[in-house]
């Protein structure tokens, strides 16, 4: 091995890790992918999101006077943000720090400054990856929908198309006949839209394992197996260390999606991260047919068109990892869809339906967690993207990729280090 190339163990193979997989690669290090699932498989959160690529999602889930619709969330288990009774107690320190990120507007400001930092070329990196990884076809450009019952409903959300404008997104408004002839399917009680170009992966689960097949090819190993902490020797790292022995090597990054904390304990940072359960539900052979990909404003949630059928993903539940799904949610996607297209029917046989839940791993401020470990740097960070998983990972991968090869990174990772939830010591 030449002298600046290291041996590192990317934990986790979610979107994140196999993009971080590639981008060491290209930079001449020895790279070996540990996970203890199938590759792409629907464990995580890569399996199952909506697929949407866009620099429009640097509007945070906190924004101001979001604390006052507290109570119902509490209330009513099946809206689109529930926070279940039986977890409040242990989610509380993440919570009250998710509110307070969002109390002014000054700080969502500054939040979506941060998210628009990392995320301004996403198609155009992930253009690159599908290309390299010869699944182009994976990833379509399209026009992603917010679809409002009038346009007042637009004009009471003028904060978040606010920031996104202020961070470089553009859109086209659509009025009632200009949206019934784009998506002639959708119901009229829909009278406005706005329209921002974006991509969609169509298949997130077979891009992930299709970026780490291309890893493998350009020489990348697997190991399946599951993380449990490290070996570090006078503040260097040793080893990984697995339920089946060690794996000696130069540089971690934990690319473990919600499962995250336990790995950094002992890192010296303390991270504030939670489960954001989402869901999907798939209709297959659909009746009716989108240009789009629609964002319902109403129903807090999106549809796309995939291979399987229609994908309708959404609902946030902050519960634990461990807490069983509530597939009640994933009905309620469902069923938004069938009465938002008149040729739909109002019910369907169990052979047409598939459901999935999933966990965004969120930050209480809505920014990923990037950057070297406060007790060890050769222990990267590489988790914590919420709802901009799929978006932000080819960034991701090569910020982690620039840091370990010593590189002045392409974007200054100081708004995504763990040293900001207050916690931190300084590397050894
Ligand atoms: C319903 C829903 C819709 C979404 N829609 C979008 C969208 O449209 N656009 C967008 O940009 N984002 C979206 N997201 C967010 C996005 O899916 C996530 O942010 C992203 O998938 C996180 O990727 P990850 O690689 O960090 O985690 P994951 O995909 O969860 O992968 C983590 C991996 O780590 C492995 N692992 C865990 N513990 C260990 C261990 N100890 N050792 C080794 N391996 C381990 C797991 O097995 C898993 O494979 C959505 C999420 C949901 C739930």
């Given amino acids: 091995m030449h002298q600046s190339e290291r041996h590192v163990v990317v934990i986790g193979a979610g979107i994140v890790g196999a993009a971080t997989a590639i981008e060491l690669l290209r930079e001449g290090h020895q790279v070996t992918i540990l996970e203890p699932g199938e590759i792409g498989g629907d464990h995580a959160a890569s399996y199952g999101n909506g697929g949407w690529i866009s620099r429009s999602l640097v509007v945070p889930t906190s924004v101001p006077g ?73 990833l379509q450009d399209t026009s992603l929908l917010h679809v409002f019952r009038k346009r007042s409903d637009f004009d009471a959300n003028a904060l978040a198309w606010r920031l996104r404008q202020q961070n470089g997104t553009t859109w086209r408004e659509l009025d009632q006949g200009q949206l019934s002839s ?13 329209a921002v170009d974006g991509s969609v992966c169509v298949d997130p689960g077979r891009y992930v394992a299709a970026l780490v097949d291309h890893a493998c090819r350009r020489g990348a190993t697997i190991r399946k197996g599951r ?25 971690g990054v934990i690319a473990t999606g919600a499962w995250s904390k336990e790995l950094v304990r002992g890192l010296g940072d ?22 789009s990909r629609i964002l319902f404003t109403d ?16 609902q ?14 994933a009905h309620v996607l469902r069923d938004f869809a069938l009465n938002a297209f008149p040729g739909m029917p109002k019910t369907l046989p169990h052979t047409r339906q598939t459901f999935w839940m999933g966990h965004r791993p969120s930050t209480p401020d809505g920014i990923p967690v990037i950057g ?38 392409c974007i200054d990772p100081g708004p995504f280090s763990a040293r900001r939830f207050g916690g931190g010591a300084h590397p050894q």
């Fill in 270 to 291: 303390r991270v504030f991260l939670e489960s954001e359960r989402g869901y999907h539900a798939v209709i297959q052979d659909p009746e009716i047919k989108l240009k």
């Fill in 182 to 194: 784009l998506e002639p399917d959708l119901d009229p009680r829909y009278t406005f839209a706005i």
């Fill in 299 to 314: 129903g807090k949630l999106a549809i796309t068109t995939t291979p399987s059928g229609l994908r309708v993903t959404g």
């Fill in 316 to 329: 946030v539940e902050l519960a634990s990892l461990r807490a069983k799904p509530n597939w009640t949610r």
């Fill in 227 to 251: 993380a449990r902490g490290f070996r570090i020797k006078s503040g260097r790292l040793q080893a990984v260390q697995t339920a089946d022995g060690e794996l000696a090597c130069d540089r």
């Fill in 372 to 409: 070297s470990a406060s007790k060890c740097a050769d222990v990267i960070y590489a988790f914590g993207h919420g709802h901009i998983g799929m978006t932000a990972a080819p960034v991701t991968g090569r910020i982690v990729a620039e840091i370990i090869s010593e590189k002045t990174p």
């Fill in 66 to 138: 979001l604390w006052r619709h507290v109570p119902g969330y509490l209330m009513d288990p099946l809206g689109p943000l529930t926070i279940h009774w039986r977890y409040l107690p242990g989610l509380l320190p993440w919570l009250w720090r998710f509110l307070h990120s969002g109390s002014t507007i000054e700080r969502v400001g500054r939040t979506a400054a941060a998210i628009s930092g990392l995320i301004s070329d996403c198609a155009e990196r992930h253009r690159k990856l599908a290309q390299e990884a010869d699944v182009p076809d994976l």
